[in-house]
């Protein structure tokens, strides 16, 4: 199923794909909200400020998902805001950070030794229709892009265990320790300035609010993946309301709906 937020947008004219990773092909790191926002509620509520634990719980979901797609460390570094602004003395954001990593890597440490020794096929973690969608886009003679707020190494092993890394000819960016000196904008500037592409020349997918900011500020075409992770089967309506709030073209739930996205996209 579609839904069409903009009919007649129309990626025609596009010669860049730029994808994001977690949630829009991969769903090793899915549950990941589920170890971060406790977390970060935990460390909230020790503070004892008298909120409760519902309204904490409400203030971390909104900028955990307000920041979703830009580096993990921004979370981290809105989390010592959120100290700071209660009396606390937050630590430095690059510690909350491998907390959260370590917390996370607990829960798909399993996923990935799967992956790596073969008894998981990749199917098992790909958004369904990710293969076909990918080999189409070449196919139109695309130049394709991977970018992530995951840490670099980490999303480069886990694209490479699922096969995709081959289809990415512009390349595969995670997130740097020097976390200002790379993000998903700055790549999309360095694309137009280099003069491969114009900005109305970017199709972009992703599931979280930045990259879906980022193309529709340079005048591309974005589709929403909206998936209900980790089935990928059915709409999730909170994704859905973000990417649509900030300007999504298109939503969708996997990518099984391609040839009818095909037809209004390249219309």
């Not at 980490?154 to 512009?170: H, N």
Request: net charge negative.
């Amino acid at each position: 199923m579609i839904e069409t937020l903009r009919p007649g947008a129309s990626a025609a004219r596009a010669r860049i794909a730029l994808f994001d990773f977690d949630g829009t092909l991969s769903t090793i790191r899915s549950g990941w909200v589920d170890v971060m926002v406790p977390m970060m509620v935990e460390i909230l509520v020790d503070l004892k400020t008298g909120e409760s634990e519902a309204d904490l719980e409400l203030l971390v979901r909104d900028f955990v998902g307000r920041l979703t797609g830009k580096q993990t460390i921004y979370q981290m570094i809105e989390l010592a805001d959120q100290i700071k602004a209660r009396g606390g003395t937050p630590k430095d954001p690059i510690e909350y950070k491998h907390q959260y990593l370590d917390a996370l890597w607990q829960q798909i440490k399993g996923r990935v030794e799967g992956l790596r020794d073969g008894s998981i096929s990749p199917a098992v973690y790909l958004v369904p229709g990710s293969i076909e969608l990918l080999e189409g886009l070449k196919e139109r003679g695309m130049k394709l892009y991977l970018a992530s707020g995951t840490d670099d190494a980490y999303m480069k092993e886990e694209a490479r265990l699922l096969g995709v890394t081959p289809f990415f000819d512009g390349g595969v960016y995670g997130a740097l320790d020097d976390y200002k000196s790379f993000s998903k904008a700055i790549l999309i500037q360095r694309i137009i300035a280099s003069a491969e592409a114009k900005g109305d020349e970017f199709l972009g997918f992703g599931d979280g609010y930045v990259e879906i900011e980022n193309v529709k500020q340079v005048g591309g075409v974005a589709v929403g993946v909206a998936s209900d992770e980790p089935h990928c089967q059915k709409i999730d309506e909170w994704k859905r309301n973000r990417l649509a709030d900030v300007g999504a073209d298109y939503i969708i739930p996997n990518y099984l709906c391609r040839q009818d996205l095909w037809k209004q996209l390249f219309a």
